[in-house]
């Protein structure tokens, strides 16, 4: 039988202060700084997978659905939501809390494949998904819908 770990394996949680530095000249954060936590949380969470250094090998989907400003508290969440053989899907979730009323949005949603690799660098197996919540099996019977369009850019070579 094959080895299915559970989605709380891997879920991870980070909360981030949006600071001066971070911001544009409109005092909301940078996408690209958003990004980056993005990116760093998704690493995290398939490492815990996988028990595995990884890779990014793609940014799928990325929704800015409202900003941050300074001052405003980010929680970032990321578990992974699907398998391959070497590859996984991370499903990334960003809210955005003010410290004053204490209230939460959600600012960002992406999902990124990331690939472990062994030490020489080559990807190397992991263990299958098992996903928990609602959303995490509705995002794993979607997945292989994100992979055929995944594949299908790369064969048009529209990367």
Not at 37 to 65: C, G, P, Q, W
Not at 68 to 88: C, F, N, P, W, Y
Not at 123 to 141: A, G, R, S, W, Y
């Amino acid at each position: 039988m094959e080895e299915r770990l559970p989605t709380s394996i891997s879920r991870t949680s980070q909360t981030k202060l949006v600071l001066p530095p971070d911001t544009n000249h409109l005092e909301t954060i940078f996408g690209g700084t958003v990004l980056s936590y993005i990116d760093e949380i998704a690493a995290i969470t398939a490492m815990k997978h996988s028990n595995r250094v990884v890779v990014t090998a793609s940014i799928d989907t990325v929704n800015f659905l409202s900003s941050a400003k300074v001052g405003d508290i980010l929680h970032l969440e990321g578990v992974v939501v699907s398998t391959g053989r070497t590859s996984m899907e991370v499903y990334v979730k960003v809210e955005c809390q003010s410290i004053k009323t204490r209230d939460r949005t959600i600012t960002t949603t992406a999902i990124l494949t990331m690939v472990a690799v062994d030490d020489d660098g080559n990807p190397t197996p992991i263990p299958n998904v098992k996903p928990e919540t609602d959303q995490e099996k509705q995002l794993f019977h979607t997945a292989e819908i994100r992979r055929k369009r995944r594949l299908q850019v790369r064969e048009e070579k529209l990367i």
